[in-house]
């Protein structure tokens, strides 16, 4: 249920405001800082991505990749809160098919409810929260 109005709350207001006129740099310069202060960030050498310039650019139903995309992920940097809470999300998804829905059950509605709980207490939300909602002033 506050999956569902936190959702509705963010429509109402996406609909309902005007579009203010926002300078492309201050965004930049806001991103840059926003991403500095992500307390849940990858440091340096926690995830290590191999990438092998092989997607298929005539048909996505397969990986043309010899080798997976993440090579190493610390786990130390999945242990975070918030990823944890995301895992815990994720783990709820069980079908391999996104055209079968997934029976909606009070964990998976629990899940979701705990992982919007824990990012909505992160610098990173709060920060993001409070320069959307005085943008363009």
Same mark, same amino acid.
């Given at each position: 249920m506050? $999956?569902? #109005? @936190?959702?509705? %709350?963010? $429509?109402? #207001? @996406?609909?309902? %405001?005007p579009l203010p006129a926002v300078d492309a740099n201050d965004v930049t310069s806001f991103l840059t800082?926003?991403?500095?202060?992500?307390?849940?960030r990858a440091k340096s050498?926690?995830?290590?991505?191999?990438?092998?310039n092989m997607a298929s650019t005539k048909t996505f139903d397969h990986d043309n990749a010899p080798n997976?995309?993440?090579?190493?992920?610390?786990?130390?940097?999945?242990?975070?809160?918030?990823?944890?809470?995301?895992?815990d999300l994720i783990a709820k998804f069980t079908s391999q098919?996104?055209?079968?829905?997934?029976?909606?059950?009070?964990?998976?509605?629990?899940?979701?409810?705990g992982f919007i709980d824990d990012i909505s207490l992160t610098t990173v939300f709060m920060q993001a929260w409070s320069y959307l909602n005085t943008a363009g002033e």
């Open positions: 506050r $999956l569902a #109005l @936190v959702l509705l %709350a963010c $429509l109402v #207001l @996406v609909r309902s %405001a800082q926003l991403a500095l202060n992500d307390e849940n050498g926690q995830v290590v991505v191999a990438f092998q997976p995309l993440f090579t190493s992920v610390d786990p130390n940097l999945l242990g975070e809160h918030t990823y944890k809470s995301f895992t098919d996104a055209n079968v829905a997934d029976a909606e059950t009070d964990d998976r509605k629990a899940a979701a409810l």
